[in-house]
């Protein structure tokens, strides 16, 4: 199995930054996509950013210009830099993982996810 390890999150004020770190372990061969998710009370889970090996970072356009989406592809981490954060930010943000993974005596695909990590932005 492969898990990730998500951190980071917490209360801000309007304005303020914060940055998540997710971190995945286990038998892992590859990881072809790393990217965040968050689900707000009563509202299904969306795509925040993601980011393919080789490729540039894939954002929502809610969040253009003020997330930073960044990969450490040694430590198998991906991090979210969270700037001029807004209420509506405001939710539980989850980490995920696509890849290759070795299940003896063979590889096979893999999506994992994380626990989730509340993030609130509220004065």
């Known amino acids: 199995q492969v898990q990730l390890v998500e951190s980071g999150g917490g209360l801000v004020q309007p304005g303020g930054s914060l940055r998540l770190s997710c971190a995945a372990s286990?038998?892992?061969?590859?990881?072809?996509?790393m990217g965040w998710y968050r689900q707000a009370p009563g509202k299904e889970r969306e795509l925040v950013a993601d980011?393919?090996?080789?490729?540039?970072?894939n954002y929502a356009d809610s969040v253009k210009g003020r997330f930073t989406i960044s990969r450490d592809y040694a430590k198998n981490t991906v991090y979210l830099q969270m700037n001029s954060l807004k209420p509506e930010d405001t939710a539980v943000y989850y980490c995920?993982?696509?890849?290759?993974?070795?299940?003896?005596?063979?590889?096979?695909?893999?999506?994992?996810w994380g626990q989730g990590t509340q993030v609130t932005v509220s004065s």
């Open positions: 995920n993982a696509y890849g290759r993974m070795w299940q003896s005596p063979r590889t096979r695909d893999f999506s994992s």
């Open positions: 286990g038998s892992i061969v590859s990881i072809n996509v």
């Open positions: 980011i393919r090996s080789g490729d540039s970072p």
